[in-house]
Nanobody, 126 residues
Framework: EVQLVESGGGSVQPGGSLKLSCAAS????????MAWFRQVPGEEREGVAA???????RYADSVKGRFSISKDTENNTLYLQMNNLKPEDTGMYYC????????????????????WGQGTPVTVSS
């Protein structure tokens, strides 16, 4: 059974940092493409960052230069380092996976996600 369990969310002031983690189990993590999405109530879920099986990464324009996605294949864990956080980064952050590594997934389109975690909340406020 595929399981994705996020942690590391919290409340920070603008300009602060957080590091999210996603513990993966039940599938071949090293060969999967993984991503982070976020969602604010009343809005569509949007892609934040993706990482391919060969560690190639892609980012949404809104987070380029501030966020960094990485994978630890020995510990089956996905990370999202978030720096210089802004109020507009507030939302529920979800870990996502796609073992086909489809182009749509790498372009951060939620319709191509095969598996979702339960989410971890991030609040950026002064």
């Amino acid at each position: 059974e595929v399981q994705l369990v996020e942690s590391g969310g919290g409340s920070v002031q603008p300009g602060g940092s957080l590091k999210l983690s996603c513990a993966a189990s039940g599938f071949a993590f090293s060969s999967h493409c993984m991503a982070w999405f976020r969602q604010v109530p009343g809005e569509e879920r949007e892609g934040v960052a993706a990482i391919r099986y060969d560690m190639i990464t892609r980012y949404a324009d809104s987070v380029k230069g501030r966020f960094s996605i990485s994978k630890d294949t020995e510990n089956n864990t996905l990370y999202l380092q978030m720096n210089n956080l802004k109020p507009e980064d507030t939302g529920m952050y979800y870990c996502a996976g796609d073992h086909y590594c489809r182009e749509g997934f790498l372009r951060l389109m939620s319709a191509f996600v095969e598996a979702w975690g339960q989410g971890t909340p991030v609040t950026v406020s002064s």
